[in-house]
């Protein structure tokens, strides 16, 4: 079983410039998420998608940071503009829907490293 | 709100040895409890988990126990390899919520 796929890897840019990471989920995983690792921190929840649904993006800087999964497979996280503090791993993780008796179970893809110079 | 606290890193140990690395949790109710194992350059992987209080959760030698009288989740391992080495998170989830809360991790490593 193929896990969850991220690109880039690593990206490097200037401050208020615009980025965007991409994610594919595992196949058959309903629900996706976008997490925030800054370095010495935990991952920190920034949305959640249900199929193409948004089930939580409470803790996502809506002024720069936008998300969307179209056709409810996979997901795109934008920053714009971005600023130092952005500087991070961008991890994209998925899931079973919450009926399964495999939920609360994520599969967490290797995420993309982004420095802000 | 619910959050994770996990013994301050790094640790070193010599291989062999027992490992002990301790979080604990503040939630209302019963969540669940995860570890998540991190190692150099590849993505967050499940290690163990717990339900409900007084499970055990257990893999690749390393268990935790869901100790809710004291909010605890303590991971051990009795006798540590140098492939051990890695970055542990503690977590939890609450209720319907899926949104997993991490502790701020721990940088094992484990010399020769």
């Keep these: 079983e193929a896990g969850v796929a991220q690109s880039p890897r690593y990206k490097i840019i200037e401050k208020r410039q615009s980025v965007a990471f991409w994610c594919n989920p595992i196949s058959g995983h309903a629900t996706l998420y976008w997490y925030q690792q800054i370095l010495g921190q935990g991952p920190k929840l920034l949305i959640q998608f249900q199929n193409n649904g948004v089930v939580d993006d409470s803790q996502l800087p809506k002024d720069r940071f936008s998300a969307e999964r179209l056709k409810g497979v996979d997901s795109t996280l934008k920053i714009q503009p971005a600023k130092l503090e952005d500087s991070a791993v961008y991890l994209c993780a998925s899931s079973v829907p919450p009926g399964s008796l495999a939920k609360n179970i994520q599969y967490f893809g290797a995420g993309t490293r982004l420095s802000v110079l | ?112």
Excluded at chain 2, 31 to 43: D, I, K, M, R
Aim: glycine share 10%; proline share 4%; aromatic share 12%.
């Design chain 2, 1 to 112: 709100g619910n959050s994770v606290t996990q013994m301050e890193g790094p640790v070193t140990l010599s291989e062999e040895a027992f490992l002990t690395i301790n979080c604990t949790y503040t939630a209302t109710g019963y969540p669940s409890l995860f570890w998540y194992v991190q190692y150099p350059g590849e993505g967050l992987q499940l290690l163990l988990k717990a339900t409900k209080a007084d499970d055990k959760g257990s893999n690749k030698g390393f268990e935790a126990t869901y100790r809710k009288e004291t909010t605890s989740f303590h991971l051990e391992k009795g006798s540590v390899q140098v492939s051990d080495s890695a970055v542990y998170f503690c977590a939890l989830t609450q209720g319907g919520a899926q949104k997993l809360v991490f502790g701020q991790g721990t940088r094992l490593t484990i010399n020769p």
